[in-house]
């Protein structure tokens, strides 16, 4: 029992305990845990939380032999020896459920290992951890690309799929999963010959050490010598002997030339980035035309919402005729703000959007963040997302102690995610707070996910979940601005989804789905962080208790509006750049002479010569072809919003029919078929660019008061 936390139990603990004495069968529950809240604002909570050498020792994330960075070694032969014995019993099975299963245990003790190191990669601190996980990452994803076109392995599934009468007697998530392991194989060219089979293998293990090194590429700084630049601004970038580093697009800075140097410098192209690229997109056109599909957007977009190309062609047309007259409007809202401040350059570039559309926000709605910061605590923002769960969902979150090696850093801290009669669903182990050499990156990782294993249990999903907030002070919590609170919330979306995507397969659990619908909960958390009802419940100044008026929040929802089409359009260009270099290749031109055309096409705001933006769009790693997914699944979430919450976003009888339409059967259902289910309709192209646009009005109410 952790000191300061002997209280009475909360409501949904002691209904949780009551569930499990009278034998409901969920897991069960520690009666150590401590309120959410006092973990993350309590500096004394948070040094107990480090653990201590009388809780014992483990390593990482609790796996035994994840104690050092050779452990990474150990954990990949064992998962490599079990994996071997899986595929030896899967084509010796008969056809029925039971290949499912074993194909899943095969996919679970893989990802078990590859997961985990995916997150240590990039995010432990000691660099032997970062590089025994990425040794592990490479090994498991050459394996599976081996397994992937496996003929004797595939031949066991497909006597499965043959078989109709035991086909009709799976239920359909089994019949779902066997169909998505398929799909697996063909798109790694299980039909062609072993040749063509070798060749796809390579061409996936190359791509797979092509995006790690255009990654990699995306985030370095560039150096130019320091007498190019006035002294005056010299200060803005980081000193190396005669030379300056840039590493980033410094949008925020006030000093206009310093914002130009930065995009220029920084977007500058680089020789090597450039081929490493090229030669990505022409590796995925090889490996999408081998295995039988026009282009890799093709294959891509095989089982999303979207289904293809020509549909996402549609819709980003549509919705950017939508967007042309208001963003149109928005520019010249910035022409004039800058003309104001800076009348002997007043011309709007690329580098000045982020940044003047700021200055308008500020300026209409008197939007400082560091009035909103001390209602914002950590902890108290903690404790709105547990309120908020429990009465939409019946859960509560509850802080853990952790032993001694199972957390890479110090300040991690691990949660329980307890429903009021299921028990323990899972955990969740916050890494929040900024170090040295961490990525500025907020995301959620899945470490292990949620599947019911062979003896009748539920192996309990674990994820992670990354942001960069400032630490506390002497004299202050950590103080999130609104947008980190929104990135907290849209985070925990996620969170959720893994926690309550509780399918039998680990194949399909949780965020294990296609990704134009992944980030609809994520960003529906979002809808609920605006709201005045929902915020309401938390915000209080950390120093007085005051709570934060409603007219401020009014005024921060509205302030988001301005400037919003321009920020829409811009996100419409990235998603049509990302389109056109994963189409029809060979590509008619240079990746930037076709990222000048479709700026001037998609955005509006002029190219900038001897620049290569396209070298910096990290997102074409993970997101390849299908970067229009933040704009689809923002049309479901807003769409849901409105007809499920805006009313109440606390009724619970909808966040009941959330979790059972959308949340809870991870990938294991059709995602259409998902929100057909929340929305009792079948969205068309049309329903999506309706739905972005119509967020991007104004409330007449708040409005008219502020004016």
Same mark, same amino acid.
């Given at each position: 029992?952790?000191?300061?936390?002997?209280?009475? !139990?909360?409501?949904?603990?002691? =209904?949780?305990?009551?569930a499990?004495?009278?034998?409901?069968?969920?897991?069960?529950?520690?009666?150590?845990?401590?309120?959410?809240?006092?973990?993350?604002?309590?500096?004394?909570?948070?040094?107990?939380?480090?653990?201590?050498?009388?809780?014992?020792?483990?390593?990482?994330?609790?796996?035994?032999?994840?104690s050092?960075?050779?452990?990474? +070694?150990?954990?990949?032969?064992?998962?490599?020896?079990?994996?071997?014995?899986?595929?030896?019993?899967?084509?010796?099975?008969?056809?029925?459920?039971?290949?499912?299963? @074993?194909?899943?245990?095969?996919?679970?003790?893989?990802?078990?290992?590859?997961?985990l190191?995916?997150?240590?990669?990039?995010?432990?601190?000691?660099f032997?951890?970062?590089?025994?996980?990425?040794?592990?990452?490479?090994?498991?994803?050459?394996?599976?690309?081996?397994?992937?076109?496996?003929?004797?392995?595939?031949?066991? !599934?497909?006597?499965? &799929?043959?078989?109709?009468?035991?086909?009709?007697?799976?239920?359909?998530?089994?019949?779902?999963?066997?169909? &998505?392991f398929?799909?697996?194989?063909?798109?790694?060219?299980?039909?062609?010959d072993?040749?063509?089979?070798?060749?796809?293998?390579?061409?996936?293990?190359?791509?797979l050490?092509?995006?790690?090194?255009?990654?990699?590429?995306t985030? !370095?700084?560039?150096?130019?010598?320091?007498?190019?630049?006035?002294?005056?601004?010299?200060?803005?970038?980081?000193?190396?002997?005669?030379?300056?580093?840039?590493?980033?697009?410094?949008?925020?800075?006030?000093d206009?030339?310093?914002?130009?140097?930065? %995009?220029?410098?920084f977007?500058?192209?680089?020789?090597?980035?450039? /081929?490493?690229?090229?030669?990505?997109?022409?590796?995925r056109? /090889?490996?999408?035309?081998?295995?039988?599909?026009?282009?890799?957007?093709?294959?891509?977009?095989?089982?999303?919402?979207?289904?293809?190309?020509?549909?996402? =062609?549609?819709?980003?047309?549509?919705?950017?005729?939508?967007?042309?007259?208001?963003?149109?409007?928005?520019?010249?809202?910035?022409?004039?703000?800058?003309?104001?401040?800076?009348?002997?350059?007043?011309?709007?570039?690329?580098?000045?959007?982020?940044?003047?559309?700021?200055?308008? =926000?500020?300026?209409?709605?008197?939007?400082?963040?560091?009035?909103?910061c001390?209602? #914002?605590?950590?902890?108290?923002c903690?404790?709105?997302?547990?309120?908020?769960?429990?009465?939409?969902?019946?859960?509560? &979150?509850?802080?853990?102690?952790?032993?001694?090696?199972?957390?890479?850093?110090?300040?991690?801290?691990?949660?329980?995610?307890?429903?009021?009669?299921?028990?323990l669903?899972?955990?969740?182990?916050?890494? #929040?707070?900024?170090?040295?050499?961490?990525?500025?990156?907020?995301?959620?990782?899945?470490?292990?996910?949620?599947?019911?294993?062979?003896?009748?249990?539920?192996?309990?999903?674990?994820?992670?979940?990354?942001?960069?907030?400032?630490?506390?002070?002497?004299?202050?919590?950590?103080?999130?601005?609104?947008?980190?609170?929104?990135?907290?919330?849209?985070?925990?979306?996620?969170?959720?989804?893994?926690?309550?995507?509780?399918?039998?397969?680990?194949?399909?659990?949780?965020?294990?789905?296609?990704?134009?619908?992944?980030?609809?909960?994520?960003?529906?958390?979002?809808?609920?962080?605006?709201? %005045?009802?929902?915020?309401?419940?938390?915000?209080?100044?950390?120093?007085?208790?005051?709570?934060?008026?409603?007219?401020?929040?009014?005024?921060?929802?509205?302030?988001?509006?301005?400037?919003?089409?321009?920020?829409? +359009?811009?996100?419409? #260009?990235?998603?049509?750049?990302?389109? @056109?270099?994963?189409?029809?290749?060979?590509?008619?031109?240079?990746?930037?002479?076709?990222?000048?055309?479709?700026?001037?096409? #998609?955005?509006g705001?002029?190219?900038?010569?001897?620049?290569?933006?396209?070298?910096?769009?990290?997102?074409?790693?993970? %997101?390849?072809?299908?970067?229009?997914? %933040?704009?689809?699944?923002?049309?479901?979430?807003?769409?849901?919003?409105?007809?499920?919450?805006?009313?109440?976003?606390?009724?619970?009888?909808?966040?009941?029919?959330?979790?059972?339409?959308?949340?809870?059967?991870?990938?294991?259902?059709?995602?259409?078929?998902?929100?057909?289910?929340?929305?009792?309709?079948?969205?068309?192209?049309?329903?999506?660019?309706?739905? !972005?646009?119509?967020?991007?009005?104004?409330?007449?109410?708040?409005? @008219?008061?502020?004016?």
């Open positions: 029992m952790l000191t300061g936390c002997r209280r009475a !139990l909360p409501a949904a603990l002691r =209904r949780a305990l009551r499990r004495a009278a034998g409901q069968g969920c897991r069960a529950v520690s009666t150590s845990w401590c309120p959410v809240g006092a973990a993350f604002d309590a500096k004394q909570q948070q040094q107990q939380l480090r653990g201590s050498a009388a809780s014992g020792e483990t390593g990482l994330f609790g796996v035994p032999e994840l050092c960075p050779e452990g990474f +070694q150990e954990a990949q032969d064992k998962a490599l020896q079990e994996s071997e014995q899986l595929v030896q019993e899967a084509c010796s099975t008969p056809p029925g459920p039971e290949t499912v299963m @074993i194909f899943d245990q095969l996919s679970d003790g893989l990802c078990r290992v590859a997961d190191a995916d997150f240590v990669k990039i995010a432990h601190p000691d032997a951890f970062r590089e025994a996980a990425e040794e592990a990452c490479r090994n498991i994803g050459t394996v599976v690309e081996k397994l992937n076109t496996d003929v004797e392995l595939c031949q066991s !599934l497909r006597r499965l &799929l043959a078989d109709e009468i035991v086909m009709s007697s799976l239920d359909p998530e089994t019949r779902r999963v066997a169909e &998505l398929m799909f697996d194989f063909e798109i790694s060219g299980i039909h062609l072993e040749e063509k089979r070798k060749k796809a293998v390579n061409l996936n293990v190359r791509i050490d092509l995006c790690n090194e255009f990654l990699t590429g985030h !370095l700084p560039n150096k130019i010598d320091k007498h190019v630049l006035p002294e005056h601004i010299r200060y803005n970038f980081t000193a190396e002997g005669n030379y300056l580093q840039v590493a980033g697009l410094h949008a925020d800075c006030p206009d030339l310093v914002r130009e140097a930065a %995009y220029k410098i977007l500058y192209p680089n020789a090597e980035q450039l /081929s490493r690229l090229e030669e990505l997109l022409a590796s056109n /090889s490996l999408a035309q081998l295995v039988g599909y026009d282009t890799f957007a093709h294959r891509a977009l095989q089982g999303t919402m979207a289904k293809n190309p020509e549909i996402v =062609r549609q819709f980003l047309e549509k919705l950017s005729d939508q967007l042309s007259k208001r963003t149109q409007k928005d520019f010249e809202m910035m022409t004039k703000m800058k003309m104001k401040l800076n009348p002997q350059n007043s011309k709007l570039m690329p580098w000045d959007h982020p940044y003047y559309s700021g200055v308008l =926000r500020a300026e209409r709605y008197n939007i400082d963040p560091g009035l909103y001390p209602f #914002f605590s950590l902890g108290a903690m404790e709105g997302l547990n309120s908020l769960f429990s009465q939409l969902l019946g859960i509560s &979150l509850y802080a853990e102690q952790t032993q001694r090696g199972e957390v890479w850093s110090e300040d991690v801290r691990k949660l329980a995610v307890v429903h009021e009669t299921e028990g669903l899972g955990y969740i182990y916050c890494d #929040f707070f900024q170090r040295p050499d961490k990525p500025h990156q907020d995301c959620h990782f899945t470490v292990r996910g949620g599947r019911l294993r062979e003896n009748g249990e539920y192996q309990l999903p674990v994820v992670v979940l990354m942001l960069s907030l400032p630490h506390s002070t002497r004299g202050a919590p950590t103080l999130l601005s609104p947008g980190m609170m929104e990135n907290l919330f849209h985070e925990m979306g996620h969170a959720m989804h893994s926690m309550l995507g509780r399918t039998r397969y680990q194949h399909v659990t949780g965020t294990r789905c296609p990704t134009d619908f992944a980030e609809v909960p994520s960003i529906l958390m979002e809808y609920f962080a605006n709201d %005045y009802r929902v915020v309401n419940q938390f915000a209080r100044h950390y120093k007085t208790g005051q709570p934060l008026p409603k007219n401020m929040v009014s005024r921060l929802c509205e302030s988001k509006k301005v400037c919003a089409a321009a920020d829409m +359009q811009l996100q419409v #260009f990235y998603a049509a750049l990302d389109q @056109i270099y994963h189409g029809k290749h060979p590509l008619k031109k240079s990746t930037t002479e076709i990222l000048k055309e479709t700026q001037e096409k #998609f955005y705001l002029p190219y900038v010569p001897n620049t290569a933006w396209q070298l910096r769009f990290s997102h074409l790693v993970g %997101y390849g072809a299908k970067y229009y997914s %933040y704009l689809m699944s923002r049309a479901v979430a807003s769409m849901v919003w409105k007809q499920c919450f805006a009313q109440d976003p606390f009724d619970r009888a909808m966040g009941e029919r959330y979790r059972r339409e959308m949340l809870a059967h991870g990938g294991g259902k059709e995602p259409i078929l998902m929100v057909q289910g929340m929305l009792q309709k079948s969205p068309s192209v049309e329903d999506f660019v309706d739905a !972005l646009v119509s967020d991007l009005d104004h409330d007449f109410e708040t409005f @008219i008061m502020d004016s």
